[in-house]
């Protein structure tokens, strides 16, 4: 086997600079006509961000539980794997605009303000099934109980308690240590696969992997855990989920893996891939993302569930808020992309991938995928923006961050890629790989 | 003793490679009830004797469906409803639990769930059992004193005698050209 090198079309590396260009352009104009564009932009690239963080972290979530469990069937296909979890470089980069805003005290985490407005106000309490005690003191209609779910944008009591946690500083700092602690994992993985790669043979490299990947996946764990609480959770300070980490982690597994089996497939049409795929590698990674289909549905049922058999005021807003309420006068458009998530993200992929005839069709995974990416970003959506108002909003501001994101991200893969070979051709296991057979 | 029919032709072989290469010749010559027998798993096996692709996924499936319908009706039947005149032993309890409708999805699905995966599990096992005809209590091939060697270092492959190209003499012909270390008539019971 040679030691083929990635080679993509200079085309590739213009599209993605000029769509990144397009994607800023967008924004900047969406921030500038609608009205409170600002935080509605800050809020888009917050959900476009942690689309990408995503990918990179599901890829290095790939990488280390193949050495974790000492895996020979996915070594084929861990190359591209390793470069999209490298890449968390470049998502380092896009993070910027984030800790600027803190830094600032900009408008996108309420904790951060910088005005912090002297009130005492919480978020009213709001019961799922109960909305009748709270109408009897409240003026009627339905945007009155609205506006009283966002109050506690403005800070509180309840948010000012928790500074001691939550503060520019200590927030700055605790990235910092995620961002370093994953990259370090990272070019680890990647400089000791690459370093394989140009030796003659010699498993030296692999058993170090193998040694280090055991604490790397706890600090994987970790550090992702505190990540999400930090980046995501906090635009509401007042709510707090134990299960969320793991919900942003099984988001991040499905994404991580569909962009590995798509850039994969997509390679292999293109002949950009320098092994004959068989079958078994289709099922296995058709396996494998299909389990974490099901597993995000796991966890968002069980975040769903706990908190609405509970029905505490303080937690049942995040879902209110969010579009699960059917109570009348607490229903809102986002409703209806909480079904999109619960039909497309989990239901529909669930049926559409159980087959083991789709899982070994490479269109069929082509469309699956895709259509798998698109679904996860829609779930960081639901997860950011519906903070922004009781009305479903989705335009210029949202198509240019995530725009802007996604082809800086590519970018950034394409770069490390293009110097690399796409198989790990060093990798003792490498010819086992190849040769995988498996019973029915 | 003389009126007993040959149960099967055994062919013996000492290597995975060997027996790989005689099963494809196997297949290819048209055999349908035979089998392969090996003291460990041979990835590729599958191919090289041209089985098709099991039906137990569809049993699988098939149970996990009643599962889900059986716990959904369980649950319905269980909290929501109350039928006047039945009998107390069969009859629901609506329980009003923190003013939750009696019938509300979401406490249960875990119930859904759990009798999805028990009616599929068992569903799988048993479909898996049947569909090897087990338990099998007893086998001719049992008698063969090579044949014990199956479970230590040998492998072998079967013909049975109840496949449609089975002939003492051709088939035992056959299975000489595929070299083995030795073949056997195993005798009905």
């Given at each position: 086997?040679t030691?083929?090198?990635?080679?993509?079309p200079?085309?590739?590396?213009?599209f993605?600079?000029g769509g990144?260009?397009i994607?800023?352009?967008?924004?900047?104009?969406?921030?500038?006509?609608?009205?409170?564009?600002?935080?509605?932009?800050?809020?888009a690239?917050?959900?476009a961000?942690?689309?990408?963080?995503s990918?990179s972290?599901?890829?290095?979530?790939f990488?280390?539980?193949?050495?974790?469990?000492?895996a020979?069937?996915?070594v084929?296909?861990?190359?591209?794997?390793?470069?999209?979890s490298?890449n968390?470089?470049?998502?380092?980069?896009?993070?910027?605009?984030?800790?600027?805003?803190?830094?600032?005290?900009?408008?996108?985490?309420?904790?951060?303000?910088?005005d912090a407005?002297e009130?005492?106000?919480?978020?009213?309490?709001?019961?799922l099934?109960?909305?009748t005690?709270?109408?009897?003191?409240?003026?009627?209609?339905?945007?009155?109980h609205h506006s009283?779910?966002y109050?506690?944008?403005?800070?509180?009591?309840?948010?000012?308690?928790?500074q001691g946690?939550?503060?520019?500083t200590?927030?700055i700092?605790?990235?910092?240590v995620?961002?370093?602690i994953?990259?370090?994992i990272?070019?680890?993985?990647?400089?000791?696969?690459?370093?394989?790669?140009?030796l003659?043979?010699?498993?030296d490299d692999?058993?170090q992997?193998?040694?280090?990947?055991?604490?790397?996946?706890f600090?994987?764990?970790?550090?992702?855990?505190?990540?999400?609480?930090?980046?995501?959770?906090?635009i509401?300070p007042?709510?707090?989920?134990?299960i969320?980490g793991?919900y942003?982690f099984?988001?991040?597994?499905?994404?991580?893996?569909?962009?590995?089996?798509?850039?994969?497939?997509?390679?292999?049409?293109f002949?950009?891939?320098?092994?004959?795929?068989?079958?078994?590698h289709r099922?296995?990674?058709?396996?494998l993302?299909?389990?974490?289909?099901?597993?995000w549905?796991y966890i968002?049922f069980?975040q769903?569930?706990?908190?609405?058999?509970?029905n505490?005021?303080?937690?049942?807003?995040?879902?209110?808020?969010?579009?699960?309420?059917?109570?009348?006068?607490y229903?809102?458009?986002?409703?209806y992309?909480?079904v999109?998530?619960?039909?497309?993200h989990?239901?529909?992929?669930?049926?559409?991938?159980?087959?083991?005839?789709?899982?070994?069709?490479?269109?069929?995974?082509?469309?699956?995928?895709g259509?798998l990416?698109?679904?996860?970003?829609?779930d960081?959506?639901?997860?950011?923006?519906p903070?922004?108002?009781?009305?479903?909003?989705?335009?210029?501001?949202?198509?240019?961050t995530?725009l802007?994101?996604?082809?800086?991200?590519?970018?950034?893969?394409?770069?490390?890629?293009?110097?690399t070979s796409?198989v790990?051709?060093g990798d003792?296991?490498?010819?086992?790989?190849?040769?995988?057979?498996?019973a029915? | 003793m003389?009126?007993?029919?040959?149960?099967?032709?055994?062919?013996e072989?000492?290597?995975?490679?060997?027996v790989?290469?005689?099963a494809?010749q196997?297949?290819d010559?048209?055999?349908?009830?035979?089998?392969?027998?090996s003291?460990?798993?041979?990835?590729?096996?599958?191919?090289?004797?041209?089985?098709?692709?099991?039906?137990?996924p569809?049993?699988?499936?098939?149970?996990?469906?009643?599962g889900?319908?059986?716990?959904?009706?369980?649950?319905?039947?269980?909290?929501a409803?109350?039928?006047?005149?039945?009998s107390?032993?069969?009859?629901?309890?609506?329980?009003?639990?923190?003013g939750?409708?009696?019938?509300s999805?979401?406490a249960?699905?875990?119930?859904?769930?759990?009798?999805?995966?028990?009616f599929a599990?068992?569903?799988?096992?048993?479909?898996?059992l049947?569909?090897?005809k087990?338990?099998?209590?007893?086998?001719?091939?049992?008698k063969?004193e090579?044949?014990?060697?199956?479970?230590a270092?040998r492998?072998?492959?079967?013909?049975?005698?109840?496949d449609?190209h089975?002939?003492?003499?051709?088939?035992?012909?056959?299975?000489q050209?595929?070299?083995?270390?030795?073949?056997?008539?195993?005798?009905?019971?």
């Amino acid at each position: 086997m040679t030691n083929v090198h990635l080679s993509l079309p200079r085309k590739l590396t213009q599209f993605l600079a000029g769509g990144a260009l397009i994607g800023a352009v967008l924004s900047l104009i969406g921030a500038a006509v609608y009205s409170g564009g600002s935080r509605r932009v800050m809020l888009a690239y917050l959900v476009a961000f942690a689309f990408v963080l995503s990918l990179s972290l599901g890829s290095l979530f790939f990488v280390l539980i193949g050495h974790l469990m000492r895996a020979g069937w996915n070594v084929l296909v861990r190359r591209p794997a390793e470069i999209f979890s490298l890449n968390i470089v470049t998502v380092a980069v896009l993070f910027l605009p984030i800790a600027l805003s803190v830094v600032l005290g900009g408008e996108l985490y309420p904790w951060a303000k910088r005005d912090a407005v002297e009130s005492t106000h919480r978020a009213t309490p709001v019961a799922l099934n109960e909305p009748t005690a709270l109408a009897a003191g409240a003026p009627h209609g339905a945007d009155d109980h609205h506006s009283s779910l966002y109050v506690h944008q403005t800070v509180d009591e309840l948010t000012r308690s928790k500074q001691g946690w939550l503060n520019p500083t200590a927030f700055i700092l605790r990235s910092l240590v995620f961002f370093g602690i994953w990259t370090l994992i990272a070019w680890f993985y990647f400089s000791r696969s690459r370093h394989q790669d140009s030796l003659a043979g010699g498993d030296d490299d692999t058993r170090q992997m193998e040694w280090w990947a055991g604490v790397s996946v706890f600090a994987f764990g970790i550090t992702l855990t505190y990540a999400a609480f930090d980046m995501l959770m906090s635009i509401d300070p007042h709510w707090y989920s134990t299960i969320y980490g793991v919900y942003f982690f099984a988001g991040c597994a499905v994404g991580g893996f569909s962009i590995n089996l798509l850039a994969i497939l997509l390679l292999q049409r293109f002949d950009l891939f320098p092994v004959a795929l068989s079958d078994e590698h289709r099922r296995d990674l058709g396996r494998l993302l299909f389990a974490f289909v099901f597993f995000w549905g796991y966890i968002a049922f069980s975040q769903y569930m706990l908190l609405w058999y509970a029905n505490v005021p303080e937690t049942t807003r995040w879902f209110v808020v969010r579009g699960a309420s059917m109570a009348e006068g607490y229903t809102n458009s986002w409703g209806y992309l909480l079904v999109l998530l619960l039909f497309g993200h989990f239901i529909i992929p669930f049926l559409g991938i159980m087959s083991r005839h789709v899982k070994t069709n490479s269109n069929a995974m082509i469309f699956w995928t895709g259509w798998l990416l698109l679904m996860h970003y829609f779930d960081l959506y639901w997860l950011v923006m519906p903070e922004l108002g009781p009305h479903f909003t989705f335009g210029l501001p949202e198509i240019g961050t995530l725009l802007f994101a996604l082809c800086v991200y590519l970018l950034g893969a394409s770069m490390i890629a293009t110097r690399t070979s796409m198989v790990p051709t060093g990798d003792p296991r490498l010819s086992a790989s190849v040769a995988i057979t498996d019973a029915y | 003793m003389t009126d007993k029919q040959p149960y099967a032709l055994i062919a013996e072989f000492d290597s995975v490679s060997a027996v790989m290469h005689a099963a494809e010749q196997v297949r290819d010559e048209g055999y349908m009830i035979w089998d392969v027998h090996s003291p460990m798993p041979i990835h590729g096996i599958n191919q090289a004797m041209g089985l098709r692709p099991t039906i137990l996924p569809w049993i699988t499936l098939a149970h996990g469906v009643v599962g889900a319908v059986f716990g959904l009706g369980l649950t319905w039947w269980m909290n929501a409803t109350t039928v006047p005149g039945l009998s107390p032993s069969v009859q629901g309890y609506e329980f009003l639990i923190s003013g939750k409708p009696t019938f509300s999805l979401p406490a249960n699905i875990p119930i859904i769930f759990e009798t999805t995966i028990l009616f599929a599990a068992i569903g799988t096992l048993l479909g898996m059992l049947g569909l090897n005809k087990l338990p099998m209590l007893h086998n001719p091939l049992a008698k063969s004193e090579r044949f014990l060697r199956a479970t230590a270092d040998r492998l072998f492959i079967v013909i049975s005698a109840k496949d449609e190209h089975f002939d003492s003499e051709t088939t035992h012909q056959f299975l000489q050209r595929l070299s083995p270390l030795s073949i056997e008539v195993v005798m009905e019971d």
